[in-house]
């Protein structure tokens, strides 16, 4: 069969491609998200399930992605219906790829409104707005933002507008520069923070919180919950992964890529967590604050440490564009698809579409303000915590457990191995392992849990 070649182009190197799905991975989910949801489902327990799950499900599923993307060559929807058709017969696989255009769209909306909270703390950083506030001044300072509708949409528009521009030019150089660049100086200012935590929190209670499990913290959410993290932080699920492995070189070893990208994402997680949680239990903070955990945290600690002004600007301009290299992987997939399915130039889809996220997003902008009041809410809490709720914990289970049957159960094992370049070893073996059996059967049995299914028989 004669290979397929990319609609859009190359990663120049395997560097570049490394890079760019490190960039897409480390984002708000790491810094903002994974404290706050560790903080709301009881800490430790929580944190070693979310460890597990990143290796034994997050680790495959995106090898798989970057594998089939690879196979396809196209955007995901096209991908998963010709590689369907040809391992399987079937296009209906199309609709995996569907679920992960929407999915990102979906995610997308409200991500960009925290984004907008991330740029918008850069010039209150840049003034000294935290210097020596206290607990209460800094939750005041977060609550005056998101009560204000029109501040919020301001935000939310610039940093879809950053989105649109960057994707709309094809993702060249200029990003993976910039990836190049942050990430690493990211890292530094993380572990900058870790000695003020170190110094200032209460080290010591945060490393117990985060990592001695109290399995009786556990709610039964948290199984679930542990697992859309697991999937968000690494984007997978929803065929971010999948659309730039379209654009990888066919040398390059989709293990090691991989295996990279996971630790990467990882360290910083957890570099965060180290962070946050000694500021909350040092400045007699609620551990379960909800998504405003981290914007009330951090100032506290700029606020107090020498040099806070300049390394909290700093700092609020690097989660920025970590949030941006994230919005771009999380937007490619339905602008890459748009483009090749209907014929529309590049950057007319990508405005197209990030007119439709910015609007969806309105909905997530309203939630802290206008339609914050109880009789707005669905079950699952505000617009926002609805959005957020479905598409990590539901969408992204279903898009990876379908991408590993797909990877594990459909292709034909010579069509994988090639792609994996791995020969028929041992590592070979563990990858199909892990797609076949134990990916699949972990995410199934969470969802099971999580609708209170697997207690009856464990209750006996
Ligand atoms: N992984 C990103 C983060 O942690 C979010 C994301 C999800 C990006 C899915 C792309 C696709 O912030």
Known sequence: MAKRTSLQG??????????????SAVGLGNIWKFPYVTGEYGGGAFVLMYLAFVFIIGLPTMMSEILIGRRGRRNPVTTMQLVGEEESGRSAWKYVGLMGVCGGILILSYYSVVAGWAVAYIPKAAS???????????????????????????WHSLFMGLTVFVVARGVERGLEQAVRILMPALVIMLV????????????????????????????????LVALGQALFTLSVGMGAVMAYGAYLPEETNIGTAAITVVLADTTIAILAGLVIFPVVFGFGMAAGGGPGLIFQTLPLAFGGMPGGVVFGTVFFVLLSFAAWTSAIGLIEPAVAWANEQFSVPRSKATLAIGGLIW??????????????????????GTLFDTIEFITSNVMLPLGALLIVIFAGWVMCRNSTSDELKMGSGLRYDMWRFAARYIAPIAVIAVFLHSLGLLSRFTNG
């Open 192 to 223: 900058i923070l870790l000695v003020y935590s170190i110094r200032h929190g209460d080290f010591m209670a945060a490393v117990n919180y985060m990592f001695r499990p109290n399995w009786d913290d556990i709610s039964f959410e948290g199984a």
């Open 359 to 380: 609007l969806i997003g309105v909905l997530s902008v309203l939630s802290f303000n206008v339609l914050k009041d109880e009789k707005y809410h669905t079950p699952l």
């Open 10 to 23: 190359f990663w120049s190197s395997r560097l570049a491609f490394i890079l760019a799905v490190t960039g």
């Open 128 to 154: 000294g707005a935290f210097v020596g506030s206290d607990a209460a001044t800094v939750k005041s300072l977060f609550n005056t933002l998101t009560g204000d509708p029109w501040a919020l949409l301001g």
